[in-house]
């Protein structure tokens, strides 16, 4: 099974060796397996998912660790969201604009985000991470929109999106 899927996704993954892209398809299925993103949680479903019951689970952890310590990660992760827009594009009519923020210890993250619409979930397929706190600006809004057409065809989306005008007062624009 794992060389069939290796065939057919090797295509999108052309820069990466079979080794990440076997290792990318074992992650996904541990976190489906065991629920969770957790990789002391994840390294206890390996050995069934490897059929390798005898290897050491520090030796599935370490595996996992290797795999996220890859170098250029930011490429796998374009190929990623590729990959997942070319499955759901036709299935999907809406895409949303709009702006998130992440706390990681005491530093927030504050990114404006394009997701895809896909059975009323929104799946972020592309992100630009804002220099400053706040609301972005219309070349904020352009810049990411048009990076996003180089990497995804649009053609044909709707595109929702609320644009903050002054103090809290919403106005969406078409």
């Not at 052309?14 to 976190?31: D, M, P, Q, R, Y």
Request: proline share 3%.
């Amino acid at each position: 099974m794992v060389s069939s899927l290796l065939a057919q996704f090797k295509p999108y993954f052309f820069e990466f060796s079979n080794g990440i892209i076997k290792n990318l398809f074992l992650v996904c299925s541990a976190i489906i397996t065991a629920r969770s993103t957790n990789l002391n949680t994840l390294k206890d479903y390996l050995p069934q998912l490897l059929e390798k019951e005898s290897t050491l689970v520090d030796s599935h952890y370490k595996r996992l660790i290797r795999f996220f310590r890859m170098k250029e990660p930011d490429k796998l992760v374009a190929c990623i969201l590729k990959v997942i827009y070319r499955l759901l594009k036709d299935k999907i009519k809406y895409i949303i604009l709009d702006g998130t923020q992440w706390e990681r210890g005491k530093k927030t993250f504050h990114l404006l985000t394009l997701c895809i619409v896909y059975q009323n979930v929104a799946i972020p397929i592309f992100w630009h991470q804002l220099d400053k706190e706040g609301h972005s600006s219309e070349a904020d809004r352009e810049k990411l929109l048009k990076e996003a057409i180089g990497y995804f065809n649009l053609k044909g989306k709707v595109l929702l999106a609320i644009v903050r005008k002054g103090l809290g007062e919403l106005r969406p624009r078409f």
